[in-house]
């Protein structure tokens, strides 16, 4: 366990940023749920971002990284050691246009929403699918958000890694492992920025496609409600939410966390929602599966912390 005093010690002049001591993860997960992390950082640059990683790797001080904390159940012991939050790294530019292709340099604390608004208002098309899904892009490549078929997979070139020596590699997509919610991107690294390849299209017609989309999450997703999007992923050639709907469970509950009667893959917070009661429901839900479909359902969202 890092404390206040320690962290001042180790980083003296390295580092500039927001920090925060024994921070609440429910702070900054989209759920509401999730105890203290021991140190909460945000740093201003990437010397501060490096200093943060070999510091820890030097005093065996373990880190997470995260994005938006969108898709992570952090459970009510919070989290040992220094989260890292890569939220003040923002910056979109263009590389380069040709060819009816634009390849853009996105950061990777960049909302994901702020790059699927850039490609409507410009016209270029390649993530309309992924319009709606809330987090940053850095959390999209981790887990290889999609939705309605589109993949942010296919649409990235590269990415640029540090890893906990504070190198900075650039890797090429095909090494990432990106596959259905999932990449093999190492633990000890954390996601810097990526080049994203789109093409150019009719402006109207992007905006008509993402509109669409939008209109079909918020009928059929509770978007609204304070969730981690889908709790477990589709098994092969079927649907998570319709075996757990069929299966009788809409409605159930556990404390302050309920399955939602909209879109059953979907746990809601109703109130002041523990992370033992998620996971209770989950392993409710996925008995109930088992028992009647024979089905062994897996999580999709990201489970980290303490007991
Ligand atoms: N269904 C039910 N009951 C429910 C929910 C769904 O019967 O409570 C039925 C629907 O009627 C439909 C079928 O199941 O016939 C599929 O449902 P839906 O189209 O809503 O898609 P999904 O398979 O449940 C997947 C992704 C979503 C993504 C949507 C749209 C996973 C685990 N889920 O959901 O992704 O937004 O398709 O493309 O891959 C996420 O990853 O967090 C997520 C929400």
Redesign the pocket.
């Known amino acids: 366990m890092i404390n206040e005093r320690q962290w001042r010690e180790f980083l003296s002049d390295g580092y500039e940023g927001d920090v925060k001591f024994m921070e609440p993860m429910r702070n900054h997960t989209s759920l509401r749920i999730g105890g203290p992390a021991d140190v909460y950082a945000i740093p201003q640059d990437l010397l501060s971002a490096r200093n943060v990683l070999t510091i820890s790797k030097e005093k065996e001080i373990p880190f997470m990284p995260i994005g938006g904390g969108t898709?992570l159940l952090c459970r009510d012991g919070g989290i040992e050691g220094i989260v890292i939050s890569l939220n003040s790294f923002r910056r979109i530019e263009v590389v380069e246009e040709k060819d009816g292709e634009i390849t853009l340099f996105v950061e990777s604390g960049t909302p994901l929403q702020k790059l699927v608004n850039l490609s409507k208002e410009k016209g270029y098309t390649g993530i309309e699918?992924l319009a709606g899904?809330p987090g940053s892009v850095g959390g999209a490549i981790a887990g290889n958000?999609?939705?309605?078929?589109y993949e942010i997979k296919s649409v990235l070139i590269s990415t640029a890694l540090m890893n906990v020596e504070g190198r900075i590699k650039r890797i090429r997509i095909e090494d990432l492992g990106l596959d259905y919610?999932t990449s093999n991107i190492p633990a000890g690294s954390i996601i810097l920025s990526a080049n994203i390849r789109l093409r150019k299209d009719i402006p109207e017609d992007v905006a008509n496609r993402i509109d669409g989309f939008l209109r079909e999450?918020r009928e059929?997703?509770p978007i609204s409600e304070r969730s981690a999007?889908?709790v477990?992923?589709?098994p092969e050639g079927t649907?998570?939410?319709?075996l757990?709907?069929?299966a009788g469970c809409?409605g159930m509950r556990v404390g302050d966390v309920e399955v939602s009667p909209?879109?059953?893959?979907?746990f809601i917070n109703r109130g002041e929602a523990k992370a033992s009661d998620f996971i209770r429901l989950m392993e409710a839900v996925k008995s109930k599966v088992m028992e009647v479909f024979g089905i062994e359902l897996e999580p999709?969202i990201r489970i980290v912390g303490r007991e």
């Open positions: 898709n699918g899904i958000a999609g939705a309605f078929g919610r999450k059929r997703q999007g889908c477990f992923k589709n649907s998570a939410g319709r757990i709907d069929e809409k909209m879109h059953t893959n979907f999709e």
